[in-house]
């Protein structure tokens, strides 16, 4: 008799709707169920029709929209002439993930809900709110959904009897499996990079390209708190385009003294080289990661081992640890029980996965490293504004990278990764510096007529496109004005000039600094009328009205128009 058949779909933004989902996939599997996990852009959705049994795990991000990975099933999805009896032989149940404090808590899931019984499908349950929010977390609303969940398959889709659940403390196979390799080939020890310097298409996130760094300069002044670069890089023939308000990719890369200290942990040598292979023929294995791989590389450039663990991470370190007492401690940190001492252990303090194996070496010495890929995940890529022009400086592009470090109660301060990483690039002391992009669109658009006044309000989100719309409007030779929150070390704080950090050479000539009134302004703009405003809060409507003397008034991003 073949095992029940379970699809689990995910739209994930951050990887916390992928860690869930291989949790189901996980606890399907102790219940003897033939499950599958899969990103629902990257499954076929028109099969959705012949699957009976699935559960959809969808984050919300930005003002109610679905995450990057699940665009295309939710357009697919929403389709008018969808018959109202598509799903009608498909169960299911929607695990949302969202935060309460946003005005669109969890849309993503509830709509998604909603359309899934207009298709005709059977909902198991009501649809599950989980909230970041919480003290606990999403967990607190996932674990008595998450057992009621499992009730009701079990009704559905009985046990043989021969058969019984496995027990949580009983490690599942690992998904793929390292052959390491007797001597080290040629194609392993030297460098590797499955990306492309010369692509025929666009960069994208599986063959992005390396662009060699320019320059990465300070822009704040050495006294303030907030160390922030303007870092160029040089696109040329990478066929990369872009506008202003569109997102460039980053994929970062680990640390070469937490990359050593991570294989000491685990008694592995960085040097030595593997081919993965999965242990199920529908899995495939990471396109990121080159057959052969070395050691070094799997960690350095793919293993996100500074990263926060999640309660998964403690469920399989419990499987796999020798130790009793070490195994204990790990059991009570993933139970349902013990999240509040999780949180202040790991989550509040923002302790890292490297830094919880360091505090349970017995464990972390004895995990097979065919565990490393279930028990770690993939580095993402970072998300930065373009802070540029390309009318204004060609076959360049240009971010804006405020480095992340603050203190926690652990000694050693908080760290971003991609920022720090960043920050420690120096072109031209250690050979060329090559950082691995791609561009998207993003979600930040301007009006295409060049005279349409337009109001940046940029609250905490960086000025990084809005300079790249002035320089493209300087570039047009069209006249512009930005106001805003000072930069520590402007004007008579320090540095020459007030437009120092958002301009330079000749994209600040005649231009002036113009404070918004209440507020500690630092700004660029040009004499005459002005074209964009960057105010905070309520101040941006009356001044709008002073400056530009218009009543219409375009807000980037959709926004409607202001009449102040």
Known sequence: MPSPRLLVLFGSQTGTAEDVSERLG?????????????????????NLINE????????????????????????????????????????FAVLGLGDSSYAKFNFVAKKLHRRLLQLGGTALLPVCLGDEQHELGPDAAMDPWLHDLWEKVRVLHP????????????????????????ETPRTCSEEQCVARTDPQSPPSEL?????????????????????????????????????????VLI?????????????????????????????????????????????????????????????????????????ELERDKLLELSSAAGQEELSQYCSRPRRTALEVLCDFPCTAAAIPPDYLLDLIPPIRPRAFSIASSLLAHPSRLQ???????????LREPRRGLCSSWLASLHPG??????????????????????????????????????????QERVAQSKAGLLLGGRVEGAGEEGLPDPRHSLFSGAEAEGVRATPAPGARAA???????????LLPGRQRQVHASRCIGSSDVHLPGGGRALRP
């Open 26 to 46: 996980r606890e399907a599997r102790r219940r003897r169920l033939a499950c599958r996990v899969q990103a629902l852009d990257s499954y076929p959705v028109v």
């Open 52 to 91: 009976p049994l699935v559960i959809f795990v969808c984050a919300t991000t930005g003002q109610g929209d679905p995450p990057d990975n699940m665009k295309n099933f939710w357009r697919f999805i929403f389709r008018k002439h969808l018959p109202s009896t598509s799903l009608c032989q498909m169960d």
């Open 159 to 182: 046990m043989p009897l021969s058969l019984s659940v496995i027990p949580p403390g009983v490690p599942l196979p690992s998904k793929f499996t390292m052959q390491f390799l007797p």
């Open 207 to 247: 063959q992005p390209f390396l662009a060699p760094m320019v320059t990465n300069q300070r822009v704040t002044g050495p006294s303030h708190f907030q160390d922030v670069r303007l870092i160029e890089f040089d696109i040329a023939g990478s066929g990369i385009s872009f506008a202003a308000g569109d997102v």
């Open 251 to 323: 994929q970062p890369q680990n640390a070469a003294s937490h990359v050593q200290q991570f294989c000491q942990v685990l008694g592995l040598d960085p040097e030595q080289c593997f081919t993965l292979q999965p242990r199920e023929p529908d899995v495939p294995c990471p396109t990121r990661l080159p057959q052969p791989c070395s050691v070094r590389h799997l960690v350095s450039q793919y293993l996100d081992i500074v990263s926060v663990p999640r309660r998964s991470f403690f469920e399989l370190l419990a499987c796999l640890s020798p130790s």
């Open 399 to 409: 971010i804006l990278v405020a480095v992340v470090q603050y203190q926690t109660r």
């Open 429 to 470: 002391q250690a050979g060329p510096v090559q950082v691995p992009l791609w561009v998207r669109p993003g979600g930040l658009t301007f009006p295409e007529t060049a005279d349409t006044p337009v109001i940046m309000v940029g609250p905490g989100t960086g000025v990084a496109p809005f300079r790249a719309a002035i």
């Open 523 to 533: 700004g660029v703009g040009a004499a005459g009328p002005p074209g964009r405003l």
